[in-house]
């Protein structure tokens, strides 16, 4: 089974900042997914990526596979932002995925 | 882009009653859907895979006659919670895969349902 942490746990920032969140993984993947639960408890699938780094507005994903790595950025942070920020790898379950315990981001004005 | 549809978002039931849960893919055909239990603070823990025209896979310690899973088509699967009790309070979300099969596939959520047991 594919063991996935999350850092840090929980973060606190002010409006503008620039955020990162990290992801490790234990056990090589083909992809790695990074989704956004909204405080309602509402999942969003943010990225799905396999290799590099992909862009869609203020968020970059990057991942490092021999490092068994990725990380998620924001720039430019914003309060609409704060929400728990979620990475999920193959490699447990039914449907193959092992998910983190999540970032509990929240971005003050 | 592809929707995942959760109803309802929020129940209250009395313990011993049964709740169900329904989860529609709206534009796109899901064989396979999957349902997570969360409880507060924690990750998402798979209960079961959901397999349209099949049974579905139940993870090791979810009681199959408790959580009852029917996927009888391509856009809808229902958990329902038989003799809820209080402990079975928690947040209940259904995901879908994309078109493709396999992990590489993109993941669609519902938004979740809160069911409090009183």
């Known amino acids: 089974k594919n063991e996935v942490e999350q850092s840090p746990q929980n973060l606190t920032a002010q409006e503008g900042e620039f955020i990162t969140i990290n992801c490790s993984y234990s056990?090589?993947?083909?992809?790695l997914h990074w989704l956004q639960q909204h405080p309602g408890g509402g999942i969003v699938s943010l990225f799905m990526l396999s290799s590099g780094k992909k862009k869609h507005g203020r968020l970059i994903a990057t991942i490092n596979i021999q490092e068994k790595h990725s990380s998620l950025h924001i720039t430019a942070s914003h309060p609409r932002d704060s929400a728990v920020y979620i990475c999920a790898a193959p490699g447990g379950g039914a449907d193959g995925l092992t998910f983190g315990k999540g970032t509990h981001l929240i971005i003050q004005p | 882009g592809a929707v995942v549809s959760q109803h309802p978002s929020r129940v209250i039931c009395k313990s011993g009653t049964s709740v169900k849960i329904e989860c529609r893919s709206l534009?796109?055909?899901?064989?396979?859907m999957f349902w997570y239990r969360q409880f507060p603070k924690q990750s998402l823990m798979l209960m079961a895979t959901?397999?349209?025209?099949?049974?579905?896979?139940?993870e090791q310690g979810v009681e199959k006659d408790k959580f009852l899973i029917n996927h009888a088509s391509l856009t809808l699967s229902t958990l329902t919670v038989t003799s809820a009790h209080p402990e079975d309070s928690s947040f209940y979300i259904c995901?879908?895969?994309?078109?493709?099969?396999?992990?590489?596939?993109?993941?669609?959520f519902g938004n979740g349902t809160r069911l409090t047991v009183t």
């Open positions: 056990v090589g993947i083909s992809a």
């Open positions: 995901s879908a895969r994309g078109n493709l099969r396999g992990y590489n596939s993109p993941l669609h």
């Open positions: 959901s397999n349209e025209g099949s049974k579905a896979t139940y």
């Open positions: 534009d796109f055909q899901a064989t396979t």
